[in-house]
């Protein structure tokens, strides 16, 4: 099979990459790179299954340039890195992080997965697929939240603030070089499983489905040039009248009451 299209995804075994991998799996002349760190991926003719820690720079470069290395890319057209949602931690009314050894305000552990593991991802990309060579396409995806825009207000500040250094990093290069494609969705709360463990007592008919996102996602790739982001929510009548008003009080005393603990 000639490749023509290759596919790099970040946490290929969470609920949101899964329908994405199905999709881009159904694609011709097509390969896909799926990372893991501890569940395996079963490998196929078109998926090629890396195990490695994507925070470790070192260990990411190694293995996605062995991987590359046993492909012949000569026809490649089209690269996509594939930026699952990252760690999220609540940080409440003191928003403090739970670990910042480099005392900047941002919890460690979630810049890593939301900033640092693009980055390596990125970089080893850029080294090994475009260097001297601006024929080929790259395209950027990520999903943020609704309300990232302002990290004061927000009980998940760390994760906030990593979101909008990658909504720069992704402006940055969409806008520097032309062969660069970018697409942020920013997204309003995503019925999955963990956001159900924490918040079981949120209003489940506005969340957004998983098919939501992977729909309008997907529609949006498809004709992506340059760099968009796009607002994806399901309207909640209270958004308008409460919401978008909350201090930082009251959104950790609404997360309380979802959560069950107020």
Known sequence: MTTEKLVIFTWTNSQLARPFVDY?????????????NTKPIDPTDVILPVKVDLEDRAETQ????????????????????MHMIGMFKYEWKDQVPEVDRDGDGIDDEVFASNVAVFNNIYDV????????????????????????YNPSIVPRRSYA??????????????TTYSNVNSLFINASTIDISKERELRPFWEYEYRLSIDDVYQRSIQELQCLKGNKEVELFRFNP?????????????????RLKEMGKL
Do not use: M, P
């Open 24 to 36: 881009f799996s159904q694609q011709t002349n097509t390969k896909i790179i799926a990372t893991f």
């Open 62 to 81: 190694e293995r996605i340039v062995r991987v590359l290395r046993q492909e012949d890319l000569s026809h490649l057209k089209q690269v996509y890195i």
């Open 125 to 148: 990309v850029h080294k090994t697929l475009f260097a001297d060579d601006d024929q080929k396409e790259l395209y950027l995806f990520n999903v943020g939240s609704k309300r990232d």
């Open 161 to 174: 603030i990593s979101k909008n250094i990658l909504r720069n990093i992704f402006r940055y290069l969409s």
């Open 238 to 254: 209270k958004y308008e009248s409460e919401f978008q008003y909350e201090t930082l009080e009251d959104t950790h005393n609404r």
